[in-house]
């Protein structure tokens, strides 16, 4: 078959072909008029150059497994110079691997280090922009609508899932305080001076995580003397993050982080996708009384008086009693 043959059924362009032939991976006839004649074989090693860039190895560095395709073996990789092309590869990644993890470990220090820096103006200056008051909700935020995803969790157990909290401690959700314990769960807090995602104010219901926060501050000792014998907020960021957001925000109760979904996997719990953030959790707050979930507030607008909402709740329900769970 001609070149052009060739780069029709390999999928490849003619120059590729061309290229592949610089580096002595492709060794065609020659006719008598000079035209390259190709086979096959050469049909195979192309394949073969193709699926391998796929994977992260160039074709100058495919020498080896057409050579041992040429041979005469029936896989690429059969020949101990394939193999070590493999272990190559791999070790080029792990060094590539262990230099970005250290570029980040480095840029996510100085962006800590920068958005808990206070900012200090030249006298005289003008600031033209103020920073995101992560505090207070902008107008005109899109509401939540019920989509039923919280449906199914009225009287289920809280499983037996061990928890970090924000002090450097840790709990057991099935060994929660005897009483009622309240468990709010919300996507993410932002920090001063760290964007948030993308179109985050579009998303209906994920903005509001640290006015959330401050309601349940503001009404955490008259949710205790309503019934609540603990409150936390949870989320899947670290416990370091949220362990800032407790200092900065002064408050009174521990965060739960739960980076792995767990109780979500468990549960069902409804998350959510933003960019830079293939799963979050949807806002959405859980009354939890003697190891079972007694009521659920979801979805939950707006989060700035969330608090009130849910002392509100304790104070029209006082009676606690043990409620029934699902076997």
């Not at 006719?31 to 860039?53: C, H, K, M, T």
Request: negative net charge; glycine residues 8%.
């Amino acid at each position: 078959m001609k070149i052009g043959e060739l780069a029709r059924q390999a999928k490849v362009s003619v120059k590729a072909v061309r290229y592949y032939e610089q580096l002595g991976l492709l060794s065609p006839q020659r006719r008598p008029n000079g035209y390259r004649e190709y086979d096959e074989n050469d049909l195979r090693a192309v394949a073969e150059i193709r699926e391998l860039a796929q994977i992260g190895i160039p074709p100058a560095k495919a020498g080896p497994f057409i050579e041992c395709l040429d041979a005469g073996h029936i896989h690429s990789d059969e020949c101990p110079a394939s193999l070590a092309a493999y272990r190559d590869g791999i070790a080029e990644i792990d060094r590539v691997i262990a230099e970005l993890t250290h570029r980040r470990a480095v840029l996510a220090e100085k962006l800590h280090r920068g958005a808990t820096r206070p900012h200090h103006h030249p006298p005289g200056s003008e600031v033209s922009t103020m920073p995101i008051d992560f505090t207070t909700l902008p107008t005109g935020l899109p509401v939540p609508t019920d989509d039923g995803r919280a449906a199914h969790l009225l009287g289920q157990p809280m499983p037996s899932l061990t928890l970090h909290t924000s002090d450097g401690g840790s709990i057991d959700l099935s060994a929660l305080p005897h009483g009622r314990t309240i468990i709010y769960l919300y996507p993410l807090t932002g920090r001063p001076g760290m964007d948030l995602p993308e179109g985050w104010d579009s998303i209906p219901g994920a903005r509001g995580c640290s006015t959330e926060a401050c309601s349940f501050r503001d009404h955490h000792q008259e949710l205790r003397d309503a019934g609540a014998a603990e409150i936390y907020g949870m989320s899947s960021q670290s416990p370091q993050y949220q362990a800032e957001v407790v200092e900065r925000l002064h408050l009174p109760f521990q965060m739960l982080s739960d980076p792995e979904f767990s109780l979500g996997d468990t549960l069902g719990l409804p998350t959510f996708a933003a960019p830079g953030h293939p799963r979050l959790y949807s806002r959405l707050t859980l009354v939890v009384t003697d190891g079972a979930i007694e009521h659920v507030f979801y979805p939950i607008f707006p989060p700035n008086t969330h608090g009130q909402q849910v002392l509100d709740w304790l104070r029209a329900h006082p009676n606690v009693t043990r409620i029934s769970t699902l076997p």
